[in-house]
């Protein structure tokens, strides 16, 4: 049995952390340093960190929020939003990420993600998958991009098993269904990606209750679980979060 993984995320914009619902109406969250710092001493096992608006302003990540939070975590760190090419990668790894999420840049040009895979190694390279449900899709999930905006007209899963022929080392799908909704992660989508590939996959998008993130390993097949809201909000701890799944025979790293 795998060890499963807690993950916060910090979504990032104008240097505060925030939270939407669908991927709008965002509401301040807080400093990224003291959450960073915060989520750390809980016992998270990494950190992502996504600059939200990055792709959709057309500008690179701000750096300098990549070495703030960076130097007070010990953690992985994975950072995403406006990469898009090697030499961006090179940057926020050399900034303090461990490493680096993709989605847009990736669909846009996937040799991207052969290249990155090949110079820096597949296990920093992660590929973000949003998705939405479509019926005329072949599994029924259509592939979006620019922060949920755009459809591409794709499908997501299929989508999910080219990124793992070209070389990515994470699957990070988010179902825009159920962002920030605290409903539940979208296990229907979650499932069908972890069903088509054999890499760690992250759940995330709509945990809100501790039942929510054993639905997500054992309904869903993930093996890192992300959570924004419930963590930022306060609602539930990390360490109830594992003590939870370990109640329920799963194996996680307490703190």
Known sequence: METVRIMPCLDMKEGRVVKGIHFVDLKDA??????????????????????IAATVENRK?????????????????????????????????????????????????PDLVRDAAKRFGSARITVAIDARRNNEMPSGFELVVSGGRKPVGKDAIEWAKRCQELGAGVILPTSMDGDGTQKGYDLEYIKAISDVVDLPVVASGGAGKLE????????????????????????ISIRE????????GLMVLLP
Do not use: C
């Not at 993130?213 to 963590?231: D, N, P, R, T, W």
């Not at 979060?241 to 329920?248: D, F, I, N």
């Open 241 to 248: 979060v594992k003590e939870y799944l370990r109640g329920k």
């Open 30 to 51: 807080g400093d990224p340093v003291e959450n960073a710092s915060f989520y750390q001493r809980e016992g998270a096992d990494e950190l992502a960190m996504l600059d």
């Open 61 to 109: 990540t701000r750096l300098e929020w990549v070495k703030n939070v960076s130097s007070v975590i010990d953690i992985p760190l994975t950072v995403g939003g406006g990469i898009s090419t090697l030499e961006d990668i090179d940057l926020v790894l050399e900034a303090g990420a461990d490493k680096i999420s993709m989605n847009s840049a990736a669909v846009k040009d």
């Open 212 to 235: 929510h993130f054993y639905e997500g390993v054992v309904m869903g097949g993930a093996q890192i679980l992300l959570a924004a809201s419930v963590f930022h909000y306060r609602l």
